[in-house]
């Protein structure tokens, strides 16, 4: 005598799977990178009247081959907190003031190190503004 099995139909689980394809697409869309920012390149605001800055003890320069001066001495991105530290010493935050003259044609990948830098330090960025002036 057979014995005759019932057969039964397997549906696979579809909520699951639309879980995980969810979150993939989420994983790849965080992933994936819009917009490269290191060829950004930043042009220094113009001003029609710039103020002079007062008590500025540190100055940090980037010309254009992106070489970092500290007080005019050329320095590595490296060394340039510590350095910063040792000459803000414990002042008040008034005079933690950092001049940051950057070039117009450096780009973010070059100076962004180097604001990170003096924040880490602990000073105050200022920024030189190039006056805006009328054609020669």
């Not at 917009?35 to 930043?42: C, F, G, Q």
């Amino acid at each position: 005598m057979k014995i005759q099995r019932r057969k039964t139909e397997l549906v696979p689980p579809y909520v699951p799977m639309a879980d995980i394809a969810f979150n993939l697409v989420l994983f790849f869309l965080i992933m994936a990178k819009t917009k490269d920012d290191r060829h950004i390149v930043w042009t220094p605001a113009k001003a029609p009247a710039t103020q002079a800055v007062t008590n500025a003890k540190v100055t940090v320069s980037i010309d254009k081959e992106s070489k970092v001066y500290l007080n005019g001495e050329e320095i590595g991105v490296r060394d340039l907190t510590g350095r910063i530290e040792q000459m803000l010493g414990s002042n008040p935050p008034e005079q933690r003031k950092v001049l940051l003259k950057i070039h117009e044609s450096t780009v973010a990948a070059n100076f962004e190190p180097v604001m990170e830098a003096v924040g880490t330090a602990g000073g105050e960025i200022v920024h030189v503004l190039q006056e805006e002036r009328g054609p020669k």
